[in-house]
T-cell receptor, first 114, second 113 residues
Framework: EAGVAQSPRYKIIEKRQSVAFWCNPI?????LYWYQQILGQGPKLLIQ????????DSQLPKDRFSAERLKGVDSTLKIQPAKLEDSAVYLC????????????FGEGSWLTVV | GNSVTQMEGPVTLSEEAFLTINCTYT??????LFWYVQYPGEGLQLLLK?????DKGSNKGFEATYRKETTSFHLEKGSVQVSDSAVYFC????????????FGKGTTLSVSS
């Protein structure tokens, strides 16, 4: 079974530029999550989708971050404009009740803002 | 709100030493508890989980028991190997379908031969 796919793996941008990350969850997984992991900290939930609807985006900085999952499968997370403090690993994850609600993570997209 | 507190690292051990990484939680109701591991340059992997009080999760020689009375889920391994060097995250999820994980800050384990 293919895992959660993310791209790009690494990205370096200048502050005030924009960046987009893509995620393809495990096939059939209805729930998709985006987490932000700053170096030395645990992952923090940014947004959770159930199919193509948003379940929780309370910690998403909506003035600069946006995310969508238009067809209930792939998802895109965008940052515009980026700030230095956005340097982090952006983790996508997915789950499905039939898998015991275990959440499976992708390898992450590493963002450096300079 | 729900939260997870882990012992701070780094933890440095010699090969074959006994490992304990403490984890306590604050939650309403009866959450599920997890340990995830992150090897250098890799994504988070589920190590073990427990979904109700007194359950013991185990995998790859690691164990953790869900203790409701002490709100704890300490990770243990009897004999660590160099290959266990990684960052370990304790996490909880409210016991409802599709609930997001709340993570601790992570504990770095370094094992030397």
């Amino acid at each position: 079974e293919a895992g959660v796919a993310q791209s790009p793996r690494y990205k370096i941008i200048e502050k005030r530029q924009s960046v987009a990350f893509w995620c393809n969850p495990i096939s059939g997984h209805a729930t998709l999550y985006w987490y932000q992991q700053i170096l030395g900290q645990g992952p923090k939930l940014l947004i959770q989708f159930q199919n193509n609807g948003v379940v929780d985006d309370s910690q998403l900085p909506k003035d600069r971050f946006s995310a969508e999952r238009l067809k209930g499968v792939d998802s895109t997370l965008k940052i515009q404009p980026a700030k230095l403090e956005d340097s982090a690993v952006y983790l996508c994850a997915s789950s499905q009740p039939s898998s015991g609600n275990t959440i499976y993570f992708g390898e992450g997209s590493w963002l450096t803002v300079v | 709100g729900n939260s997870v507190t882990q012992m701070e690292g780094p933890v440095t051990l010699s090969e074959e030493a006994f490992l304990t990484i403490n984890c306590t939680y604050t939650a309403t109701g009866y959450p599920s508890l997890f340990w995830y591991v992150q090897y250098p340059g890799e994504g988070l992997q589920l190590l073990l989980k427990a979904t109700k009080a007194d359950d013991k999760g185990s995998n790859k020689g690691f164990e953790a028991t869900y203790r409701k009375e002490t709100t704890s889920f300490h990770l243990e391994k009897g004999s660590v190997q160099v290959s266990d060097s990684a960052v370990y995250f304790c996490a909880l999820a409210a016991n409802q379908a599709g609930t997001a994980l709340i993570f601790g800050k992570g504990t770095t384990l370094s094992v030397s031969s």
